[in-house]
């Protein structure tokens, strides 16, 4: 039994391999994005209740996913943690934040920044999953995790738009750009006390043709830019068919 069970969490699973933009890369891109597309148009004509429900499951579903893994990971490393999964990296540390945004009025004002970057970060993390590819099995627990918690993440931020649950306001985008500057300096802080590790990818590792004293820049520019497309395309073509956009209760 408990050897079956192991094998469940084999990273060689099947003898298969995930490259970028490989068959398994692809396909689990397009059922996040097409489930997404999917799930909006299925709640379109749902309740407001039932929408308010079901966006607030995503976030929750996340996060448990989240602090499950530390519990799994000792399973297929040996006994040992994935340090580098803590919540120094955008995308799991947004998701503490959009929880406690969503269901706590005190962290309310943090709705719009966390929705958004929900959006961002996940989005930027499936075009290019790193930490998932080559050398480990598609199917194998790793990678089914990595993006299913991604996927969550990505579907709360979106759903959260198209449910009419927080409205965008371009006045405010302020507060994603101090959010993004949070999130470098609290990985600075992570990446200086754990040397191996390169969260919010500050020092390069994963752009190594990047020169290392300009990387923070660039990375808090790449994602701000991403910001402003989200913006872009909610106020082109969101406000086109809902033009009287109001912000529902979120208990």
Not at 56 to 82: K, T, W
Not at 100 to 122: D, H, S
């Amino acid at each position: 039994m408990r050897e079956w069970f192991l094998s469940l969490f084999d990273k060689n699973l099947g003898g298969l391999e995930i490259n970028l933009f490989d068959f398994w890369h692809i396909g689990y891109l397009l059922l996040a994005i097409g489930g997404i597309i999917l799930t909006a148009f299925l709640l379109r004509k749902k309740s407001e209740k039932t929408q308010r429900k079901f966006v607030n499951a995503l976030i929750i579903i996340a996060v448990i996913s989240y602090v499950l893994d530390f519990f799994v990971q000792p399973l297929y490393r040996g006994g040992e943690m994935d340090v580098d999964k803590l919540p120094f990296h955008i995308c799991t540390f947004i998701s503490i934040v959009a929880i406690f945004a969503r269901f706590n009025k005190k962290f309310a004002w943090l709705n719009q920044p966390a929705v958004v970057l929900c959006i961002v970060a996940p989005l930027m993390y499936l075009c290019y999953p790193g930490s998932a590819l080559g050398g480990v099995s598609p199917i194998g627990y790793k990678v089914v995790q990595t993006f299913f918690y991604h996927s969550m993440v990505l579907a709360y931020g979106v759903l959260s738009l198209t449910t009419k649950s927080v409205k965008l306001s371009i006045k405010g985008i302020w507060k994603e750009f101090f959010m993004i500057l949070f999130i470098a300096l609290w990985a600075s802080i992570g990446n200086a006390i754990y040397a191996d590790y390169d969260w919010f990818f500050l020092k390069g590792s994963a752009f190594p043709f990047i020169p290392v004293s300009i990387m923070p820049l660039v990375v808090i520019v790449a994602v701000f830019l991403m910001v402003l497309i989200i913006y872009g395309i909610y106020t082109l073509v969101y406000r086109h068919y809902y033009p009287k956009v109001k912000p529902v209760r979120y208990y």
